[in-house]
């Protein structure tokens, strides 16, 4: 198959071996998969690896890694063991994780998991969940980047007497922000740099937007909410924002940390201790919250065009990566293998 490689820290489209569908597996036909700030981490920041402890990852830079994980593909044919519930043909998606004979592994970031920046992919049988719906492959595909911050924004669990204020309208940051709409919570201050992203954000159900260059982000959170408690997602995932954060916020606040930079980060503790804050740290999403992000985006209750950006082929993958780094650039940009 072609597909665009990792190797030695570069992307380059070229042919590879296709995949052999094992025990309990599907092989699938990827349609659509849009570029993640995690495919960026995974390959600018290999020394990550050594603070994983699930051995869920694993980036050996002299072998080669098809990464991709925001999928939507098309069955092709069944591995020994499936019930070949689902029909060759089907359109699907998943949870990027795949049983293999060596324990789980995220799909898109193991030499023997390749994810949607190829042709062919596998997939779990038990978790992969059919399409139902007409929207485009390229729409379907976000809806797993949008569970990881629709997870958050729900596990956050805002009471009435709290609002949130969302730090980085990426995509994370997006789909909190809907997740939070969805659920009748606010008001909702979103906070980006970008303009763009501002805009953004007021499409997705922020009822305000700020630059954090013209005004405090806690000044603006407390003008809008009126509310004793505030709840803070951290959705930039740069070192130093979640300790400014810790630094600037109200006392007393709630923080929902979902970005996380690869390198690790430094942390005023005693200044959070003196405050009496909350810090929850977000992992991926739970299961049943990727299922309702899922069925959200599928059924267009969940409108996620405003965050897509434009479409690429294989060859054009490695100059999409650089562009998925820019601050100003769209919330997702999808590889069409």
Request: net charge negative.
């Amino acid at each position: 198959m072609r597909a665009a490689v990792l190797r030695g820290g570069r992307v380059q489209a070229r042919v590879i071996d296709d995949p052999v569908p094992g025990p309990g597996q599907l092989l699938v036909r990827s349609l659509a998969c849009a570029i993640c700030a995690s495919d960026l981490h995974f390959m600018d920041h290999p020394e990550a690896g050594a603070y994983d402890d699930t051995g869920m990852a694993t980036y050996d830079q002299d072998v080669d890694i098809v990464m991709g994980h925001e999928y939507c593909a098309e069955v092709l044919d069944y591995g020994p063991g499936t019930e070949r519930r689902i029909p060759v043909g089907t359109r699907v998606s998943s949870l990027p994780v795949l049983s293999t004979a060596t324990g789980r592994k995220i799909i898109g970031q193991n030499p023997e998991t390749p994810g949607g920046f190829g042709e062919y992919l596998l997939l779990d049988e038990a978790i992969t969940q059919v399409v139902a719906s007409e929207l485009p492959s390229e729409v379907v595909c976000v809806a797993d980047g949008i569970s990881v911050g629709w997870s958050a924004a729900a596990r956050a669990q805002v009471t009435a007497k709290e609002a949130p204020l969302v730090l980085g309208c990426g995509a994370i940051g997006l789909s909190a922000i809907a997740n939070l709409k969805r659920l009748g919570i606010g008001p909702i201050v979103a906070v980006d740099f970008v303009a763009s992203r501002r805009e953004t954000a007021l499409a997705m159900g922020a009822d305000v937007a700020v630059d954090p260059a013209e005004i405090s982000p806690y000044q603006a959170w407390r003008e809008a909410a009126g509310l004793p408690g505030c709840v803070v997602f951290e959705c930039v995932g740069v070192r130093g924002v979640l300790d400014s954060i810790i630094a600037g916020c109200e006392r007393n606040t709630r923080i929902f940390s979902v970005g996380g930079p690869p390198e690790g980060d430094h942390l005023h503790t005693m200044i959070a201790k003196r405050k009496g804050l909350n810090i929850q740290f977000g992992g991926g999403p739970l299961p049943a919250h990727w299922t309702e992000a899922f069925e959200a985006v599928c059924s267009g209750e969940l409108d996620v065009s405003p965050m897509l950006g434009r479409t690429v082929g294989l060859d054009g993958v490695a100059e999409a990566l650089d562009a998925a780094r820019a601050a100003d650039g769209p919330a997702r940009i999808v590889v069409i293998p």
